[in-house]
Every structure is written in C-alpha cells, then in structure tokens.
C-alpha cells in the first residue's frame, strides 16, 4: 500500500504563487514517477506535471510550462509543485498521483483557489 498526501492549497490572488506538496509513505521503493494531475468543476481530471525520480526529468501541460515547476526531495519522498503568476483558469483541486507495482495511487486532492 502507498499513501499519498497532499497540502499547500489555499486561496490566491491572480499573479500570486502557491507550493502544494505531496508526501509518499508505505511501499514506495519501486515508485518510478509522481505526477501532479487537477480537476475544475465541470471538467475531466488533467495531467498538470510530471517528474521521474531517476533523472529528474519533467514533463508539464502547455497550459502550465513557464509557470508551474515540479521538484523532488528524496529524502523526504515528497514532490512539490510550485505555482507562479497563478491564473484564475488554475482554480481545481489538486491531485497527486503514483503507479506502483501496476496499482494506482491518488490523494485525496488539495484545493487552489485564484480569484480576486
């Protein structure tokens, strides 16, 4: 089993910027990747980022490159998502995500608000 947390969201001003954090317990230890993924009110769940923990490559949604940075802390097994000039198209709650061993892991989603 693998437990994923997430927290870090809040409520921001346009142009403001937030860190959501995704904390990893349990049987992690062949845990390849963790993707941050979101979901707005009415629409489907997107994939946000993206890192590989051996190499520490990225990939991000054009709607996100430029703003958005995905990093790890390996000694934490925590992955963070730092979210710069946050616009109001941002707003959805935010899901981190993990395959391990085949088995889909989500959190429980954290909640970002950009309005004025």
């Known amino acids: 089993q693998v437990q994923l947390v997430e927290s870090g969201g809040g409520l921001v001003q346009p142009g403001g910027s937030l860190r959501l954090s995704c904390a990893a317990s349990?049987?992690?230890?062949?845990?390849?990747?963790m993707a941050w993924y979101r979901q707005a009110p009415g629409k489907d769940r997107e994939l946000v980022a993206r890192?590989?923990?051996?190499?520490?490559?990225?990939t991000y949604a054009d709607s996100v490159k430029g703003r958005f940075t995905v990093s790890k802390d390996n000694a934490k097994n925590t992955v963070y998502l730092q979210m710069d000039s946050l616009k109001p198209e941002d707003t959805a709650v935010y899901y981190c995500?993990?395959?391990?061993?085949?088995?889909?892991?989500w959190g429980q989603g954290t909640q970002v608000t950009v309005s004025s």
């Open positions: 349990g049987a992690i230890f062949s845990m390849r990747s």
């Open positions: 995500h993990a395959i391990v061993r085949y088995t889909s892991y």
């Open positions: 890192i590989i923990f051996d190499g520490g490559s990225t």
